[in-house]
């Protein structure tokens, strides 16, 4: 589990094809290295991936072409900037909402304007996803969390204040990118909950 609150960037220093599949590695400098071990779960720009194992700075994980086909991180390149959250521990500040990991589908920014100091951000999503959205509600973003302004149709905007624009990768988007959007968790299990009680 995470929390949606970004502790770093990182670069792709290596994306390299393993039968089929992808193995990345990323510059882990700017995360604890306490919080690094083979086995663990990193959030890399809102996606759960195993870190598979370490190396001159960069922790390495692979991405199965399920991730690859449901996630941006096949758009990525080397150099690109990534958001990194090491999954919460017993104790750790629950700041943002809980984040699983798991994208439900790649939405994408359509209008992107200065509001005050903020910015406003709208997205488009698969219509089927729009019913998990609600306005002050909580959704996860390239792994940020953030709280939806307002809804209309397969669109919903929120806004970003100058820090999260600065120190997240959301202050490099621009018309017509793909992002990584996972809906509330606890929205999910309430729908699933609610079908089972109508059947």
Sequence with gaps: MFTGIIVAT?????????GGD?????????LDPAR??????????????????????????DVSRETLAKTTLGTLAQGSRVNLEPSLRAGDALGGHWVSG??????????????????????????????FVAPKGSICINGV??????VEGRRFDVNIIPHTRQ????GDLKTDDGVNIE?????RYLERLMSKTEE
């Design 10 to 18: 990182g670069r792709v220093t290596v994306m390299a094809e393993r």
């Design 183 to 187: 809906i509330d968790v606890i929205a």
């Design 36 to 61: 690094i071990a083979i086995g663990d779960s990193i959030s890399v720009e809102g996606v759960c991936l195993t870190v598979t194992r370490m190396a001159d700075g960069c922790f390495f994980a």
């Design 167 to 170: 120190v997240t990768t959301l």
């Design 145 to 150: 969390s953030l709280t939806v302004n307002h």
């Design 102 to 131: 798991h994208v439900d589908a790649v939405g994408k920014l359509k209008t992107l304007v200065q509001d005050a100091r903020s910015w406003r951000l709208e997205f488009e999503l698969p219509a089927q996803l729009m019913r």
């Design 22 to 30: 992808l193995e990345l590695a990323i510059d882990a400098a700017a």
